[in-house]
């Protein structure tokens, strides 16, 4: 069996392998309906700047305990001493900048869901653009979403192209599920 190049590129410690392995299997390229799971993966990835996916896949269970489940109305009312709190547990990256972005982020959230419904929904109203014209929008509506950032988390969701190879086993198993991604 044959699988893409994220797997291959993966580390060769097994007990990374596996995570990565779960995720490729599992997660990656796959549509969330959820919005707390959508904001939940938008925040790893936005944390993973600078660092190794290895390292955010390791800490997603302190990341998803540290900011209440992801849940984006907790998140969106986090104030001083949650900052802290956060800036504080080492087992999540302690950066105020991305700490910061996470809050106003779900602030965002929440004022775009008034309109559109949902997180997902915002997503889907604009769906289909380019990677270009995603990364425009992002960068205007979010903070610390560059390129790098807004391409992983749309791709890792399914609304951009690239999560699998042809040839990956899970690559047919998701376009099945995402409409030819």
Avoid at 24 to 41: A, S, T
Avoid at 85 to 101: E, F, M, P, S
Avoid at 115 to 140: N, R, V
Wanted: net charge neutral; aromatic share 12%; charged share 25%.
């Amino acid at each position: 069996m044959s699988y893409c190049t994220y797997v291959n590129n993966n580390p060769s410690e097994q007990a990374d392998f596996l995570l990565h392995k779960h995720y490729h299997d599992n997660q990656y390229g796959f549509p969330i309906d959820d919005d707390d799971e959508l904001f939940g993966r938008l925040l790893l990835e936005i944390n993973q700047a600078g660092l190794s996916w290895t390292l955010m896949l390791r800490k997603q269970d302190s990341f998803r305990a540290a900011y209440n489940n992801f849940s984006i109305e907790k998140v969106a009312a986090y104030n001083e001493n949650d900052r802290e709190r956060l800036l504080a547990d080492a087992g999540i990256v302690r950066n105020r900048l991305k700490v910061n972005a996470a809050i106003v982020n779900a602030q965002k959230i929440l004022e775009l869901k008034k309109e559109y419904g949902s997180f997902k929904g915002w997503i889907d109203a604009h769906h289909p653009l380019t990677k270009e014209q995603w990364i425009k929008l992002f960068k205007k509506t979010f903070k610390f979403t560059g390129g790098e950032i807004v391409n992983e988390f749309l791709m890792s969701t399914g609304y951009l192209p690239g999560a699998h190879d042809a040839d990956c086993p899970i690559y047919s198993r998701l376009k099945k599920v995402t409409n030819g991604f």
